[in-house]
C-alpha cells in the first residue's frame, strides 16, 4: 500500500492549488485529506466516500473540493480561495486501509 501526495506549494492568499494523491495497491474509494499546521493538531480537511458522498472542515467549506478519478486511481483536493491559516502539510489517508501518504507541503502568504 502506497500513497503519493503532491501539488503542495508557495500561493499568495487568495490563490489556489490542486494536490494530488495517487495510491498504489490500494483504492481510493474512501479517502480523505488531512492537514497538519505549525503547533496544532492534525486535522481532517475533506472526505469522499465510495458512493460520492464527501463531507468537508467548516473551515474550508465552499472553498476546498475533493474528487477521484477512479480509473486512474487518483484523489484530487482543490484549495480556492486559499487563506494564510489554510498553510500546513496536507496529507491523504485511506479510511479502510488506514494507511497515509507523505505529505506536500502548502504554504499560504498574506
Known amino acids: 500500500v502506497q500513497l503519493q501526495a503532491s501539488g503542495g506549494g508557495l500561493v499568495q492568499a487568495g490563490g489556489s492549488l490542486t494536490l494530488s494523491c495517487t495510491g498504489s495497491?490500494?483504492?481510493?474509494?474512501?479517502m480523505a485529506w488531512y492537514r497538519q499546521a505549525p503547533a496544532k493538531q492534525r486535522e481532517m480537511v475533506a472526505t469522499i466516500f465510495s458512493g460520492g458522498s464527501t463531507k468537508y472542515a467548516d473551515s474550508v467549506k465552499g472553498r476546498f473540493t475533493i474528487s477521484r478519478d477512479d480509473p486512474n486511481n487518483i484523489l484530487y483536493l482543490y484549495l480556492n480561495s486559499l487563506k494564510p491559516e489554510d498553510t500546513g502539510v496536507y496529507l491523504c489517508r485511506n479510511l479502510l486501509a488506514d494507511s497515509w501518504g507523505q505529505g506536500t507541503l502548502v504554504t499560504v502568504s498574506s
Open positions: 495497491g490500494v483504492s481510493i474509494a474512501d
